[in-house]
């Protein structure tokens, strides 16, 4: 009897630990209900997602392309993290008016800032395609024509189902070309700035405390959503109103311990937890630190005139912590990915996976599939890294050649398509190129360019490498493309788009900065990217079939989809872990902790004065639980790049928080989960109301929320 209730314990424990994954909203009914309700969620899966009635679905947008917010008022107040506001914020700022510096507060609507371009987008209903977007492809002989077969019937079936005049349909593939869901969208283009507080809450911490626990950081900030008379998405005009939500949050004010059920909503962007074990390997050892090192020495160089210029500061700001952001992932997903075992754990499952191919006489069809990825991964290779190194170096990381590359595509488009396209094109980029310039200096670019083309030459595979990278001085090929090259300043580059198709050509290729990218591009393009794509495309195809035979052979396993920027749920709960031998981590941090970290002065960990006084005189509200002010938490929810400002939510489906990074222990989640290092970062909700309410003074703003206690105050 013992030893049942023990077993039984046991049985418990084991499906509480296995969390992790990134589920459809349509599809939880089954087993992600009986689980989330055993975590301890009190709602149903209906709640969640109901294609007739509003559910938690319609307050979760995603915002602005690559983040999602929460809707919390019945105004269209939306909120998301300071950081997926950054460039809105960064745009209305200037060294006078310095919003990223001061923070900002629209105290009444007509205060709030427009933003062009700026977009939120809801789902209005998902449903399963598959048969149709497959229909007509057994039949064809290649991969080829079957990959083109179904992309047109999925632009034929995205103009022809049926949807409302003001939305979209998209068609996404899930499971790697294994299932095709079709998302009823609808796009608001009216997005106004409403708060946001200053860096040194909003973006506390900085790159230092960027993935890393305990945290302490005011990650959010708070915009509008504007609409027609109609309810429906508009282009900016000042006749629009606040959008009336068919779902808004309420927000707890009583958080959650450790142990409780949570969950986050959002718009995951990319993970590749199928990959086999030869991938995994090759991540680590060879593609992660390549890109490591190009970005370690770009980044180096643009924090030393950070530091000394105010006005560099501002321009390279939302740069350099997007270049940063991927530099410290990787390593800290290189160093969990080894610390698990990850490939070894890949290994074993393969085992199992031959053999279970075996016993079920399914050889001819996924016999080969393993030794594939092996010949593949190793062919691979070289192609990989030099595409890395190209894409790092001369697209990312070195602006003078990023911007050449705009002209190179723009001769190739006169190649290809002929003066019409070229012209097009042409003004495009004009148009644009003052935002660009606007945030370039040549000094910064010219010190980064030494370097990144100093390592370029020297470790980017010899055989793809152009002819004037072989052997190069550096410095001396720095010197002359930043004395004499156009692409160093806004006018010179303006006066090389000037006249027609022929003389740009003309000019541009006596540019010795044109020269070089130029060089650089036909090496990739004549010498890597053919055999890339073509391995490439090779490698897609096998995982398509991997995935389908795991789908077949593992059924029981928790096969979750891989994040593809469209909707999930993943759950969890509130929970500490342990980074490393003898030490642990709390799941909470509090107010207590920024002061801890306090520097004056110092451009990642200063403190506002005003909060040091409401620190001092313990003013927290209603918003302090006994004489603390809480500020972040942790859980095992399973989220990737894109969950940022994602809600978080109670097992009652208020909002407890937003989600804005994951702990660098286990950074490694979008490889290999492991719920016992995962774990994903909220702000807490009640640090944000008292930001709003007792640092800004927004009474208006508190005004319209929703506020809930769900247990007593002590
Ligand atoms: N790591 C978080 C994410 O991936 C936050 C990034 C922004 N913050 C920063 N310090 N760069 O987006
Ligand atoms: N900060 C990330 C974002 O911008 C979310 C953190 C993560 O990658 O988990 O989406």
């Not at 992309?151 to 005049?165: A, C, F, G």
């Not at 697209?395 to 590359?405: A, D, P």
């Not at 670019?445 to 390592?455: C, M, S």
């Not at 002819?467 to 010197?479: K, P, R, Y």
Request: glycine content about 6%; aromatic content about 12%; proline content about 4%.
């Amino acid at each position: 009897m013992k030893f049942l209730k023990l077993a039984l314990v046991l049985f418990v424990f084991q499906t509480q630990a296995q969390q992790g994954g990134m589920w459809i909203p349509s599809l939880l009914k089954g087993m992600n209900e009986t689980e989330m309700k055993s975590l301890g969620m009190k709602i149903s899966a209906k709640d969640i997602y109901d294609a007739n009635q509003s559910s938690l679905k319609d307050a979760v947008p995603q915002f602005d392309g690559g983040c999602t917010a929460e809707v919390i008022s019945d105004k269209g107040l939306i909120l998301t993290n300071h950081h997926c506001g950054f460039d809105a914020i960064q745009n209305h700022s200037t060294v006078e008016h310095d919003y990223l510096r001061d923070g900002f507060w629209a105290y009444k609507m007509e205060d709030e800032l427009t933003n062009p371009n700026m977009t939120v987008m809801f789902v209005v209903r998902i449903e399963d395609v598959t048969t149709k977007v497959m229909e007509g492809i057994t039949t064809l002989a290649t991969e080829a024509e079957k990959q083109k077969k179904i992309q047109d019937n999925i632009s034929s079936l995205s103009n022809s189902l049926p949807k409302e005049s003001w939305q979209e349909n998209k068609i996404r593939t899930f499971y790697d070309g294994n299932q095709y869901l079709l998302f009823v969208t609808e796009t608001f283009k009216d997005i106004r700035f409403v708060g946001a507080p200053p860096s040194s809450i909003g973006k506390f911490g900085s790159d230092t405390d960027n993935w890393v626990w305990p945290r302490h950081t005011g990650d959010f900030s708070l915009f509008r959503i504007y609409a027609d008379k109609n309810n429906h998405p508009a282009a900016y005009s000042a006749d629009n109103v606040p959008y009336k939500p068919k779902k808004f949050f309420p927000i707890s004010t009583s958080g959650v311990k450790e142990n409780d059920f949570t969950m986050v909503m959002g718009y995951p962007g990319r993970t590749q937890e199928y990959l086999p074990s030869v991938a995994v390997n090759q991540i680590v050892e060879t593609l992660n630190p390549a890109k490591i090192e190009v970005r370690d020495a770009a980044l180096k160089v643009q924090d030393r005139f950070m530091r000394k210029d105010q006005a560099i500061k501002i321009q390279y700001a939302s740069k350099y912590a997007g270049v940063a952001n991927y530099w410290k992932k990787w390593m800290g997903e290189t160093k969990g990915l080894k610390k698990a075992n990850a490939v070894a754990a890949k290994q074993k499952f393969e085992k199992q996976f031959q053999e279970k191919v075996i016993q079920v006489g399914k050889q001819a069809e996924y016999g080969n599939l393993l030794s594939d990825f092996e010949k593949n991964y190793a062919e691979i290779k070289d192609y990989a890294l030099a595409r890395d190194y190209f894409t790092e170096v001369a697209l990312r990381n070195t602006e003078i050649l990023s911007v050449g590359y705009k002209l190179y595509q723009l001769e190739q488009l006169l190649a290809s398509k002929g003066e019409q396209s070229f012209n097009d094109r042409k003004n495009t980029l004009s148009k644009g190129i003052d935002d660009f310039y606007k945030d370039y200096n040549a000094e910064v670019d010219k010190n980064v360019f030494e370097q990144l083309i100093q390592l370029y030459a020297a470790k980017s595979p010899k055989q793809f490498l152009p002819e004037s990278l072989l052997n190069v001085d550096a410095s001396q090929l720095t010197n002359a493309i930043f004395s004499n090259s156009k692409l160093t300043s806004l006018n010179a580059f303006r006066e090389l788009l000037e006249g027609d198709s022929k003389t740009v050509i003309e000019k541009i290729n006596n540019d010795n900065g044109y020269q070089l990218i130029k060089a650089m591009a036909n090496a990739y393009t004549s010498k890597v990217a053919p055999t890339y794509d073509a391995l490439n495309l090779k490698n897609i195809a096998t995982q398509r079939t991997y995935m389908k035979a795991i789908l077949e052979l593992f059924p029981n396993q928790r096969n979750f989809p891989d994040a593809n920027s469209t909707l999930r749920v993943t759950y969890g709960k509130v929970k500490g872990y342990e980074p490393n031998d003898a030490v642990y981590y709390e799941p909470f941090t509090t107010l207590d902790g920024v002061m801890e970290k306090y520097i004056p002065g110092d451009y990642e960990f200063d403190v506002p004065k005003k909060l040091i006084e409401l620190y001092q005189t313990k003013d927290y509200g209603t918003y302090g639980v006994n004489g603390k002010m809480p500020v972040c938490f942790i859980a095992t929810n399973h989220t990737t790049g894109g969950n940022s400002g994602s809600p978080a939510l109670d097992a009652n489906g208020n909002l407890i928080g937003l989600n804005f990074d994951r702990v660098w222990e286990g950074t490694m989640s979008d490889i290999f989960y492991s719920p016992d290092i995962c774990r994903n970062i909220m702000v807490d909700a009640r640090f944000v109301l008292f930001i709003i309410d007792k640092f800004a003074g927004a009474q208006n703003i508190i005004n319209e929320l929703k506020l809930v206690q769900t247990t007593k105050k002590k």
